[in-house]
């Protein structure tokens, strides 16, 4: 398998999966007073927003450990299917959260399931990072621990939405930053020892 | 006629077909009691999973075949075209069998319609593979009987739903797992003969 | 410019036009026989398939126009943007088909539109075809006048769409298979001389 | 990281979003006089050519900025991010206008949701290359003041479509143009200097 045609799908259903997002954001039906609407659909606004960087940072840190990957054998490709699964699901919860943070009530079964998406997404992650490691498919083994926060921070996200959806949502939130931050302070740290590359 | 063009939109097709998959959940517009809700839409769930598991697999297959060609013609591009067609349309039968599995009555019809999609796929990859073996434009001839057993099983299915939804149903999730599990299998023959590449 | 990015974006926007033509097959909303609803929708699927054939075919020609190429300068960007521009607006028409004809009143103004954007279509190519000419960019000049029959029959069938809906589709999917047929002929014409190179 | 593979993502992103813009115009719903409603349609005509154009210039724009940057490093890729992620919302305000201006009233609070994208937008790309000037990425320095006008004009749209809707839509019309143009000139300055390359 060569690896540009897996990366070109993946690529692919990253792209597709970030650009259906839009649909969260409702064109109001109103008769009047459309600016207002618009402003009242902040949450779904943010809702995007966090998707969307979510999907962004996914898709780099996917970059990350499929360069790393020496060859493809059929079972990383099922697995990186599964990942894409998980991904290609991402605008449902959503489109939930978008519609009932606005709406004002059920949000948090809307982050429940938010939370659900995501620790998929993390567990086949922690699959691909796994299997590779068995299989020794990696050229550089990856920092393992990074994963790991993933895989308790989600679930406990998804969890803590029964109690209270903003906590649950700040979660969401801060793992997007973290996981962008990470390899940025990697980086910073490589630059100071003089090495620019990743 | 350069293959990797011809590549990019079959990929392009795929990856747009399996992501517009997320629209068969449609997001429930309830007063109260979302979590119920989507409790309900289990079926959805299990539509999506499958099709967007069939879509991976075929595309896989997809790879294997054309990457086994030596040079493509007009003729073979329009069968790819009708491929690709019956790939694009997939989300329809996906869309009938999540609205009416959870709407509780006419899932036979949906089935009927989605073991036809699978019929004609599997139709059409049939035709690649006489076609390219006619003209000679394989590099290796790739075993045949394992497409024909798509060819019979899911107009098979298709029959089967008139019978019994959950019938056919089980069909279609066995040809994924048959067709994701063979190239395994393959795999790991040719593992143990020492050879690493599929 | 690099050709191969600039045919990236091209072939993702012919990718996800075709793809999105799937929703010109409408999900009936019925409480009973939705196998007698099934049905009803063919000329959905008729326009759908026309349709999808129509993007492939624009897709393999524009292909080979633009191989043929030496190098892009922004004008021919411009009219590159132009044709997709056009071509992704085909979903639109087909949307509007696909509905009309299975409601069974005003069809006429709905091929009405079809042709005019198909007209549009095949403008596009020949200002690309005749700018190209114009500043010398072909490597092989091509064979203007299969561009030219488009110039007049999709007009043709636009006007013939007052008189006559099915005569005017029936010039549709005649284009379709004309475009499709016409390089298969001068492949085999180039076989039997020879040369298995289009 | 390989520019190969941020710009296949990229490209996708562009591709998808401007051929979403379809749903823009909406297929109408009517029971008599389908061609009289169609001509009804034509401000989400113009709406959908003006962003179809809008991203098809911003895509070159931004691919002649990527193409003369020697190395990604995260940053740029967040700072890339963030512009795809303004790309990629653009069917909303387009959505918005579309119909709004159909509708014939709020188009005001529309025009402004569609400048503050743009400005968006255009606050990204500035951001992209201020960055690369400041770590020293690119290859030739660009012209730094072509991106300072829509900073400038974007801002000053929106802020006019309270006072005018007609006003801002044709600044906004202006914008596409004058970033369309504005390389053509620097094109057609180049050839009569005896290159050819832009």
Redesign the interface.
């Known amino acids: 398998?060569?690896k540009s045609?897996a990366?070109?799908?993946s690529?692919?259903?990253?792209?597709?999966?970030?650009?259906?997002?839009?649909f969260s954001?409702q064109?109001p039906d109103?008769?009047?007073?459309?600016?207002h609407a618009?402003l009242n659909l902040w949450p779904a606004y943010a809702a995007?927003?966090i998707s969307?960087?979510t999907i962004?940072?996914i898709?780099?840190n996917h970059?990350a450990v499929m360069?790393n990957i020496k060859?493809y054998?059929?079972?990383l490709?099922?697995l990186n299917?599964f990942l894409?699964?998980t991904i290609?699901?991402i605008?449902?919860p959503t489109?939930?959260l978008a519609?009932?943070l606005v709406a004002g009530?059920?949000d948090?079964?809307?982050a429940?399931?938010y939370g659900i998406c995501m620790s998929l997404a993390s567990l086949s992650f922690t699959l691909i990072s796994l299997y590779a490691r068995w299989r020794d498919l990696f050229v550089l083994r990856p920092n393992f621990y990074v994963f790991t926060i993933g895989q308790l921070l989600y679930p406990l996200g998804t969890v803590l939405s029964l109690v209270s959806t903003r906590l649950a949502l700040a979660i969401y939130a801060a793992m997007v930053v973290y996981y962008?931050a990470y390899?940025?302070v990697y980086?910073a740290r490589a630059r100071r020892r003089g090495s620019?590359r990743?």
Not at 11 to 22: H, S
């Open positions: 398998m060569r045609r990366e070109a799908f690529d692919g259903v990253f792209a597709v999966a970030a650009t259906l997002l839009v954001v064109v109103v008769k009047t007073n459309l600016g618009l995007y927003a969307f960087a962004v940072v898709w780099l970059h360069d060859a054998d059929r079972t490709l099922y299917g894409l699964m290609a699901v605008p449902f489109f939930l519609k009932y009530h059920d948090a079964p809307a429940v399931a962008g390899p940025l980086e620019a990743l």
